[in-house]
C-alpha cells in the first residue's frame, strides 16, 4: 500500500499560479521509484480525469487541456512530485488528486481542493 499525501491547494484568482506537492511517506524510495506518479482532478458533477503524469525516469505526459500552463515534476530522493499550476482558469476548479500507479494498481490521495474565481 502506497500513502499519498497532497498538499498545497486553495484560492487563487484567474491568471494565477499554484503549486500542489504530493509525498509517499510511508513508502520507500525504490518502491517510490517503481511508480509512474500523476495528477488527476474531478471537478464538481464531473469524472475524475487526468492532468499529468511523470515516470520515474522523468518522461511526462499532459492533458491537452493544461499543456503549456501545467508542469509535473519529481523528485525521487524525497518521494515527492509537484504540479506546478500557472495561468490558472475558472475551468481548472476541481480536487486535484494524487496517483500511483503500476502494473494495473492504483493508490490515490485524499485530494485537495484547488478553486480558481474571482
Known amino acids: 500500500q502506497v500513502q499519498l499525501v497532497e498538499s498545497g491547494g486553495g484560492l487563487v484568482q484567474p491568471g494565477g499560479s499554484l503549486r500542489l506537492s504530493c509525498v509517499a511517506p510511508?513508502?520507500?524510495?525504490?518502491?517510490?521509484?517503481?511508480?509512474?506518479m500523476g495528477w488527476y482532478r474531478q471537478a464538481p458533477g464531473g469524472q475524475r480525469e487526468l492532468v499529468a503524469t511523470?515516470?520515474?525516469?522523468?518522461?511526462?505526459n499532459y492533458a491537452d487541456s493544461v499543456k503549456g500552463r501545467f508542469t509535473i515534476s519529481r523528485d525521487n530522493s524525497r518521494k515527492r512530485i509537484y504540479l506546478q499550476m500557472t495561468s490558472l482558469k475558472p475551468e481548472d476548479t476541481a480536487v486535484y488528486y494524487c496517483n500511483a500507479h503500476r502494473a494495473g494498481t492504483n493508490h490515490w490521495g485524499q485530494g485537495t481542493q484547488v478553486t480558481v474565481s474571482s
Open positions: 511523470i515516470t520515474s525516469g522523468g518522461g511526462t
Open positions: 510511508r513508502t520507500i524510495t525504490s518502491e517510490f521509484n517503481s511508480h509512474v
